[in-house]
């Protein structure tokens, strides 16, 4: 997917930062959510910075209407190297209403569906949802080494491995099924709201994105399961 921090200004541009805690240099590095500025005398040094104050990234609340979908798609796991699904909540142009800025569409950010990762608004939905996706999609929460504590992450089905979010969901050109150039069939599961809509916050970049369509590779299934 569009990657925020390299497309306004490149890594080595960045301001060169002393960590306050430690005197070392705050370095990009990877995380849940995506970039932040990290000590680069971690793990002896565990001081981050918010890399939003460095890039125009907005937390925006809206309107899922009719369904909730579940955007997916196969990619080969780099571990084990099968094949295995990822997933994401897929926020579509006609489903979603801006609350916060209402003038606002999804197609505004170069989408025709907005993908967001789970560890992201997941504690929004109650536990049967986190129950299902888990069953249905092998969304776990577990511990990664890389950004050193737990989130709500795409595991391999066979040997269960984290597929880290940077990987499927920002640094996409490893494989990841929502790469711009990928050519991997994707599966939306609509899952009916039964009070016609969800509300949810999440982050959305503030400037548009280069145009990117999943709709044309995508299959639309509607599923058995509902939410309230």
Not at 149 to 168: L, M, P, R, W
Request: net charge neutral; proline share 4%.
């Amino acid at each position: 997917m569009f990657d925020k921090l390299n497309f306004f200004k490149k890594k080595d541009e960045l301001p060169r930062e002393i960590c306050p805690e430690c005197g070392g240099t705050l370095i990009v590095r990877n995380g849940k959510y995506g970039e932040f500025l990290g000590c680069n005398n971690f793990p002896k040094c565990r001081f981050t910075k918010d890399i939003r104050e460095e890039i125009p990234f907005e937390e925006l609340s809206v309107s899922i209407l009719k369904h909730i979908n579940i955007i997916s798609g196969e990619q080969f796991c780099f571990r084990c190297k099968n094949k295995t699904r990822v997933s994401g909540l897929g926020l579509l142009n006609d489903e979603t209403q801006f609350l916060t800025k209402s003038n606002l569409k999804i197609a505004d950010y170069g989408f025709d569906v907005y993908i967001v990762p789970w560890s992201e608004i997941i504690d929004q939905f109650d536990d049967n949802f986190k129950s299902y996706i888990h069953d249905h999609y092998g969304i776990e929460r577990r511990f990664s080494r890389t950004i050193g504590e737990s989130y709500y992450a795409n595991t391999c089905k066979h040997c269960k491995v984290i597929q880290g979010d940077n990987f499927v969901y920002k640094d996409t050109g490893h494989g990841s099924p929502f790469n711009y150039f990928s050519k991997e069939n994707l599966i939306i599961e609509q899952i009916k709201i039964l009070s016609n809509e969800k509300i949810i916050s999440c982050f959305f970049d503030t400037v548009n994105s280069p145009v990117l369509y999943y709709l044309p590779r995508s299959e639309i299934k509607k599923s058995k399961y509902f939410i309230q």
